[in-house]
């Protein structure tokens, strides 16, 4: 949404070219911040999405202030954002204990989430390009979409996959 409100207004202010993608990943940075409260990953998410494969370092302080005043205006509005309990061992303090099957498991599952994003990538792309085939008017698909969402919701009887999940 932040990405979208950023590039609606990079549209109406008739902005091109490199300030208008540093313009997309403020909004996403701004936008990822403030829902999930973290505001250094949505600057790095921001700065990866929407540049596959390289970083434009000259949009780094941009977008991570971007990110920060997101985060600083939902807080001011008073929203709170889910606190997660790190449980550590008792007497362990904040120690890292080097674990070599631990290091392995931790590649081997790296390895395995980076083929499912990648294969997650592929599969919305492929619905994209074909919910564009289906509903060739643009400003309809949201409406398809939700619709099909509600569909979802009450054949499934369930509202537990809306929202963040917590």
């Known amino acids: 949404m932040g990405g979208g409100l950023a590039g609606g207004l990079a549209r109406l202010l008739r902005v091109g070219g490199e300030s208008r993608r540093v313009m997309l990943m403020c909004g996403v940075a701004a936008g990822f911040g403030s829902v999930f409260g ?12 929407l540049v596959i494969g390289r970083i434009q370092y000259e949009a780094l302080v941009p977008v991570l202030l971007a990110a920060v005043l997101g985060d600083a205006v939902c ?3 008073g929203a709170h954002h889910t606190m997660y309990h790190l449980e550590v061992a008792p007497g362990a303090g904040l120690r890292a204990v080097f674990d070599g099957g631990l290091l392995l498991k931790a590649a081997l599952a790296g390895c395995v989430f980076g083929l499912m ?18 509903t060739p008017y643009a400003p309809l698909r949201p409406l398809v979409g939700g619709c099909v969402v509600m569909a979802l919701v009450w054949l499934l009887g369930t509202r537990e996959y809306l929202g963040l999940g917590v």
């Open 38 to 49: 973290t505001p250094l990953a949505g600057a790095i998410f921001a700065l990866e999405v």
């Open 75 to 77: 807080t001011a509005w």
């Open 117 to 134: 994003g990648r294969g997650f990538a592929g599969l919305t792309h492929g619905l994209q390009r074909g919910f564009a085939k289906l």
